[in-house]
């Protein structure tokens, strides 16, 4: 995944350098992807963080997105485990994600590093989902907080965190996040159709949170609930079977 990433990255600054003056920005970053390619990540950082600062490109949102990959790329190799500057590189790779997306408010180039998304979704999905399991209601509100911050999109994510929200009795918050819920989730043309990691929160979400509602003896949200996944989901064990328990 990371060579088809680094791939697609250059591919797309070749192709960029023809476009019109609207995205000329990747050219002008071309020293960031170098450096993100041949690994010198946190070269690529200081360099990212000083484009962050300067008037002229502190509103650019590729340095951003620059420093959200280099900390996700950092958090994964276990020479940085033991040192204090980078042992919160996962969050910081969330932190810099949500910065980027409020930068890239025109979504100019969102779609173009959808590899990078899924491995950050994914990332940032199964630590939010270990801290619950844990109880660590806390931390895993702000993983699932993230993501919705960096991809409003992610139907999945809002369930989770509300489910989240609701363990810490942060009910207007809860229901603020269903309503976020119920918005993304209209606005999917086909579950099918999103990527693999969307796909799998989606699920994960829809059956703790029909749990959750089962728990509170409200077994008819909790159907409720359920149905709204079953012609995407009734071929899964996990959910077929919870299906059929609560009919």
């Known amino acids: 995944m990371k060579k088809k990433m680094k791939g697609t990255f250059l591919s797309l600054t070749l192709l960029f350098m023809g476009l019109t003056p609207l995205t000329a920005q990747v050219r002008e970053y071309d020293d960031l992807l170098v450096l993100y390619v041949d690994e010198e990540y946190e070269k690529c950082i200081a360099k990212a963080e000083r484009y962050t600062e300067k008037d002229k490109t502190r509103r ?56 990078y998304w899924e491995e950050l979704n994914t990332m940032a999905m199964e630590t939010g989902i270990m801290f619950l399991d844990m109880e660590e209601y806390t931390k895993a509100r702000r993983r699932f907080d993230r993501m919705v911050d960096y991809h409003p999109e992610n139907a999945g994510a ?37 990527s693999k990691d969307q796909r799998t929160l989606l699920r994960g979400s829809l059956i ?12 008819d949200s909790a159907r409720h609930v359920l149905d709204l996944g079953y012609d995407a989901f009734q071929e899964n064990p996990e959910f077929k079977g919870l299906y059929e328990e609560l009919n």
């Open 60 to 115: 650019d949102a590729l340095p951003y997105l620059y420093l959200s990959m280099c900390y996700f790329e950092i958090a994964k190799l276990d020479k940085y485990a033991t040192e204090h500057e980078w042992r919160n590189a996962d969050r910081d790779a969330l932190r810099w994600a949500k910065r980027y997306r409020r930068k890239d408010k025109d979504l100019l180039y969102f779609d173009q590093y959808a590899d």
């Open 158 to 194: 809002w369930q989770m965190l509300a489910l989240c929200q609701q363990e810490l009795n942060l009910q207007r918050d809860a229901a603020e996040s269903m309503e976020e819920f119920r918005k993304s989730f209209q606005a999917i043309d086909d579950i099918d159709r999103l």
């Open 208 to 219: 703790r949170y029909a749990e959750h509602m089962d728990a509170l003896g409200m077994q």
